[in-house]
C-alpha cells in the first residue's frame, strides 16, 4: 500500500504590480480623508456650532422660570432641543463628506418629498397656533415640515438654473419651470396662512436667481412680482393688516394689551439689558412677560441678560458664517455650487436680519426663528443641514482653485508665446 504526500501549496501572492495599485488606492483614499480642510470649512463649522451651544443655552434661560411655575423641570425644553442638537451636528458633518454630484441627484426627489410632507399639515396630523396651520404632530414628536422646504426649495432652483446654464439669457428659460413650480411650494405654505415662511422661501427663489448670472431685467420681474404678492397677502388678511398699522403707530402704548404688547417687551428687554447686561440667567421679561420668548423673541433674551456685548456677539457670529458662505460663492468654478450657496445663504442670513429686526421693531411681527438659537426642533435640524451642505461645497475649493489657476498659468503663456 503505498501513500501519497501531497506539497504543501505556497501562498499566492499578488503581482507586484496590482499590490503597488492598491497600496496607492489606500494611500490616496486616506490622504483624502485626512486632507486639511479650507479655512472657509472651518469658518463655516466652527460659527455654526458657536451659534448651536450659545442658542441652547439662551434656551434654557428663557424657559426656565415658567417651566418651573408649571411644575416641569426648569431644563425640559432645553433638553428637547438638545436631543436635536444631538442629531442634527453628525448629520452636518454627515452631508459635509457628500459629493457635489449627489446633491444633484436628490434635488427632484428633496423638492417632492418635502412638498409632499408639507402637505401633512392639511391631514389629521396637522394642527394649528396664532392663525398658522404649519406643525403637525406624530407620536408625540412636533415638527414644521416647511422648514424642510427651504433647503429642497434651494437645491432644485440651483438644478434647474445649473442644467439652463446656456439659456438663462432668454426670460422663457427662466422662469419655466422655475416659476410656475416655487409658486406652488410657496402656495402650500400659504395655504396654512403662514406668511414669514412663504417670504423666506421668496427670498431664497430671488437669491438663487441672482447668483445665477441672470441678466438684471429678468431678475427683476420675479423681484417685483414677489413684492407685489406680499403686499397683497398682507392687505388680504385682516390679522396681518391689524399687525402692520400696530407697526406703524408711533403711539403704540395705546394699544398695549393688544398688538403692540409682545413689539414692546421685546424692546424693553434689549433696553434693560443695557451695554453688559443683567446677568445670564437674570431675564426679567422671561417670567411670562414676553410671548415667543424661547421662539421669534430669544434675541430679546440675549439682550436683556448679556446685553449691547451679547446682541453683538450674536451678529458677529452670523457676519462670520456669512464671510464663510461668500467666499464659496467668490472661489467656486461650479455654477450648481455658486447658486446653491447663494440660496443657503440668503436663506439663514435674510431670516436672521429679520428675526433681528422684528425684535429692533424695526419689521413688524412675521414669526419667523433665529436660525441655531431659537427654540425648535426642525429649525435647527434644517440650519445644520443646510451648513453641512456648504461644508461639502467648501471641501472642492482647493481643486476649484487650482484649477482656475492651471487656466490662467495657461492663458499667460499662450500670451507669451503670441508676443515671440
Same mark, same amino acid.
Given at each position: 500500500m503505498s501513500t501519497t504526500t501531497s506539497r504543501p501549496r505556497e501562498p499566492q501572492t499578488p503581482p507586484p504590480e496590482r499590490s503597488t495599485a492598491r497600496g496607492l488606492a489606500a494611500r490616496v483614499s486616506l490622504g483624502k480623508v485626512f486632507a486639511p480642510v479650507p479655512s472657509e470649512f472651518l469658518l463655516i463649522s466652527s460659527t455654526?456650532?458657536?451659534?448651536?451651544?450659545?442658542?441652547?443655552?439662551?434656551?434654557?434661560?428663557?424657559?426656565?422660570?415658567?417651566?418651573?411655575?408649571?411644575?416641569?423641570?426648569?431644563?425640559?425644553?432645553?433638553?428637547?432641543?438638545?436631543?436635536f442638537a444631538v442629531i442634527g451636528i453628525p448629520l452636518m458633518f454627515v452631508a459635509s463628506r457628500l459629493p457635489?454630484?449627489?446633491?444633484?441627484?436628490?434635488?427632484?426627489?428633496?423638492?417632492?418629498?418635502?412638498?409632499?410632507?408639507?402637505?401633512?399639515?392639511?391631514?389629521?396630523?396637522?394642527?394649528?397656533?396664532?392663525?398658522?396651520?404649519?406643525?403637525?404632530?406624530?407620536?408625540?414628536?412636533?415638527?414644521?415640515?416647511?422648514? $424642510?422646504?427651504?433647503?429642497?426649495?434651494? /437645491?432644485?432652483?440651483? @438644478?434647474?438654473?445649473?442644467?439652463?446654464?446656456?439659456?438663462?439669457?432668454?426670460?422663457?428659460?427662466?422662469?419655466?419651470?422655475?416659476?410656475?413650480?416655487?409658486?406652488?411650494?410657496?402656495?402650500?405654505?400659504?395655504?396654512?396662512?403662514?406668511?414669514?415662511?412663504?417670504m423666506i422661501l421668496v427670498l431664497i427663489v430671488l437669491g438663487a436667481l441672482f447668483f445665477s448670472g441672470v441678466k438684471l431685467r429678468i431678475f427683476v420681474l420675479?423681484?417685483?412680482?414677489?413684492?407685489?404678492?406680499?403686499?397683497?397677502? #398682507?392687505?388680504?388678511?385682516?390679522?396681518?393688516?391689524?399687525? $402692520? /398699522?400696530?407697526?406703524?403707530?408711533?403711539?403704540?402704548?395705546?394699544? @398695549? $394689551?393688544?398688538?403692540? @404688547?409682545?413689539?414692546?417687551?421685546?424692546?424693553?428687554?434689549?433696553?434693560?439689558?443695557?451695554v453688559f447686561g443683567l446677568g445670564l440667567g437674570n431675564s426679567r421679561e422671561k417670567y411670562d412677560w414676553l410671548p415667543a420668548i424661547a421662539n421669534d423673541y430669544i434675541f430679546a433674551v440675549v439682550g436683556e441678560e448679556l446685553g449691547l456685548i451679547g446682541c453683538a456677539v450674536v451678529l458677529s457670529l452670523f457676519a462670520l458664517f456669512a464671510v464663510g458662505a461668500f467666499h464659496?460663492?467668490?472661489?467656486?468654478?461650479?455654477? $450648481?455650487?455658486?447658486?446653491?450657496?447663494?440660496g443657503i445663504t440668503v436663506w439663514i442670513i435674510g431670516q436672521a436680519l429679520i428675526n433681528i429686526g422684528v425684535v429692533l421693531r424695526v419689521f413688524p411681527v412675521l414669526g419667523v426663528p433665529l436660525p441655531f438659537m431659537s427654540q425648535g426642533g426642525t429649525s435647527l435640524l434644517s440650519v445644520l443641514i443646510a451648513s453641512g451642505v456648504l461644508l461639502s461645497f467648501a471641501?472642492?475649493?482647493?481643486? #476649484?482653485?487650482?484649477?482656475?489657476?492651471?487656466?490662467?498659468?495657461?492663458? +499667460?503663456?499662450? +500670451?507669451?508665446?503670441?508676443?515671440r
Open positions: 455654526a456650532l458657536m451659534l448651536t451651544i450659545f442658542g441652547l443655552v439662551m434656551v434654557l434661560s428663557a424657559t426656565s422660570a415658567t417651566a418651573t411655575a408649571t411644575g416641569e423641570a426648569p431644563w425640559d425644553a432645553a433638553v428637547k432641543q438638545l436631543v457635489i454630484s449627489f446633491w444633484k441627484r436628490v434635488a427632484w426627489p428633496a423638492l417632492i418629498g418635502a412638498t409632499a410632507f408639507q402637505l401633512l399639515v392639511f391631514t389629521p396630523l396637522g394642527h394649528g397656533a396664532d392663525g398658522n396651520r404649519n406643525w403637525i404632530t406624530i407620536a408625540g414628536l412636533q415638527a414644521q415640515p416647511s422648514e $424642510f422646504l427651504k433647503l429642497a426649495l434651494a /437645491l432644485w432652483v440651483a @438644478y434647474v438654473l445649473f442644467r439652463k446654464q446656456t439659456l438663462l439669457s432668454k426670460w422663457q428659460h427662466v422662469f419655466i419651470p422655475l416659476v410656475p413650480v416655487s409658486v406652488l411650494v410657496v402656495a402650500t405654505v400659504m395655504a396654512g396662512s403662514d406668511l414669514g415662511t412663504a420675479p423681484a417685483i412680482g414677489a413684492a407685489v404678492a406680499v403686499a397683497v397677502l #398682507a392687505v388680504a388678511s385682516p390679522d396681518r393688516m391689524r399687525r $402692520f /398699522l400696530s407697526f406703524l403707530n408711533p403711539n403704540c402704548l395705546d394699544d @398695549y $394689551f393688544n398688538d403692540c @404688547y409682545q413689539p414692546l417687551h421685546g424692546i424693553w428687554g434689549l433696553a434693560n439689558g443695557g464659496i460663492i467668490r472661489k467656486t468654478d461650479d455654477p $450648481f455650487v455658486r447658486i446653491v450657496s447663494g471641501r472642492t475649493l482647493p481643486d #476649484a482653485v487650482a484649477r482656475r489657476q492651471a487656466q490662467i498659468d495657461e492663458a +499667460r503663456r499662450r +500670451r507669451q508665446r503670441a508676443t
